[in-house]
């Protein structure tokens, strides 16, 4: 049995309006479909992998998106500027160096402002439970205890997915790190989070990860975990596409 944690969410919080989304990888092992595309644009199942994060954003209630670019950055802009009508989209521009999750973070920390956001990566696809993903994340969302509220998918409900598991969850909600090499942890991470950016802070010069300031949160008692309830595609390779669209047709 999934163990949930106790706290009942609060359906009249609101929804963040602003929102992060990661864009500016190189897609390697999406080869060799992201020859001559950035992989936020391949499809699936009709749709570009970005417009489906897009889709949930807006559904959610979300009306500001900044979207960091790279890789192929013209060819990215140029679709965020026809298909996005509904969300107003900032480009944080990393043309020049490419900064990685916690690096882009830092770049683009002027323009998150200064309550909770979203933040998603932008090859997430994803089939909500009985709740909007989003705005279950958002109803759990506790601005005194939290820095960081990770959107987590059982381990055997990780489609497509190879790793052995990110996080263990407590009982009062708070997440831990897989415990050691060569162990399982229960819970995949899904790429989707709400953090205060309060939480981006004293970093390091250069590209870096955003689990510098997991682990920080998770040293603090401020990082926390949200189960996801419906279905979590990990959409990283071409061979994930086909089975993944199987899925689909079948939810």
Same mark, same amino acid.
């Given at each position: 049995?999934? !163990? ?20 500016? $990888?190189?897609?390697? !092992? ?54 996005? +009508? ?9 043309? $020049? ?15 998150? $402002? ?65 415990? !050691? ?6 819970? +995949? ?40 309830? $419906? ?21």
């Amino acid at each position: 049995m999934t !163990r949930q944690w106790s706290i009942r969410p609060d359906p009249g919080k609101p929804v963040p309006r602003t929102a992060m989304v990661m864009a500016a $990888g190189l897609g390697k !092992r999406m080869r060799p479909l992201t020859a001559t595309r950035p992989k936020p644009l391949v499809q699936v199942a009709g749709k570009p992998l970005i417009d489906h994060v897009f889709d949930r954003l807006g559904a959610a209630g979300v009306r500001r998106a900044i979207v960091n670019v790279h890789y192929l950055a013209d060819t990215l802009e140029a679709h965020l500027e026809q298909r996005f +009508a509904d969300i107003e989209v900032i480009v944080s521009d990393e043309r $020049g160096r490419l900064m990685e999750t916690g690096g882009g973070l830092v770049q683009a920390r002027d323009l998150l $402002g200064d309550e909770p956001v979203f933040v998603l990566n932008s090859d997430n696809l994803w089939i909500d439970g009985p709740v909007d993903s989003l705005k279950l994340l958002a109803a759990r969302w506790d601005d005194a205890t939290m820095d960081a509220l990770l959107l987590m998918v059982p381990l055997a409900r990780a489609h497509n997915h190879r790793g052995a598991g990110d996080f263990h969850l407590g009982s009062d909600g708070r997440i831990t790190r897989r415990r !050691r090499p060569g162990t399982v942890a229960p819970f +995949a991470y899904t790429g989707i989070q709400i953090i205060h950016p309060r939480l981006i802070a004293d970093w390091p010069e250069g590209p870096f990860s955003t689990n510098l300031f997991w682990d920080r949160a998770i040293a603090a008692g401020r990082a926390y975990g949200q189960v996801h309830q $419906g279905l979590w595609f990990d959409v990283g390779t071409p061979a994930a596409i086909p089975r993944t669209e199987a899925l689909l047709l079948d939810a």
